[in-house]
């Protein structure tokens, strides 16, 4: 029997409201190259090109399994130039990681300004929105 569980809509939205909380204040840091498989996983060969700062409140309540993003710290000047290919967002000590996610400029879970970042220009967060899909595994 395959597993098909499905949450409801107040159940996803206590989810989101549970997890986002551990990204006040915290880092969104911007990669080129392959996604680790997981945000457990340690960054290797992949160059970090922009880093953001969350706002103290990171994050709206959720609204039907989906919560937005408050206002970020932009990045003024990029870290380095490459292609954004996706993201990791880590509590507020820098060091544990709470979220990976692809980088795009539309559809995406991360939405910036451009995708081809260059070293020294600014990188502007557009939408980041923290949503729970209604099944699950």
Do not use: C, H
Not at 20 to 41: E, F, H, K, M, W
Not at 56 to 75: E, K, L, R
């Amino acid at each position: 029997m395959a597993l098909s569980t499905r949450f409801s809509v107040a159940a996803r939205n206590k989810k989101i409201d549970a997890i986002t909380p551990d990204l006040n204040n915290g880092y969104l840091r911007i990669y080129d190259g392959a996604r680790p498989a997981s945000p457990d996983v340690a960054i290797t060969t992949q160059n970090l090109l922009a880093e953001l700062r969350f706002n103290a409140t990171a994050y709206g309540i959720a609204v039907n399994g989906v919560a937005a993003a408050n206002a970020f710290t932009q990045d003024v000047a990029a870290n380095a130039t490459g292609v954004a290919v996706w993201f990791r967002a880590l509590k507020s000590d820098g060091a544990t990681a709470v979220i990976d996610g692809e980088v795009g400029m539309a559809g995406a879970n991360l939405n910036l300004n451009v995708i081809n970042i260059q070293a020294g220009a600014p990188v502007l967060v557009t939408s980041l929105p923290y949503a729970e899909p209604m099944q699950g595994v």
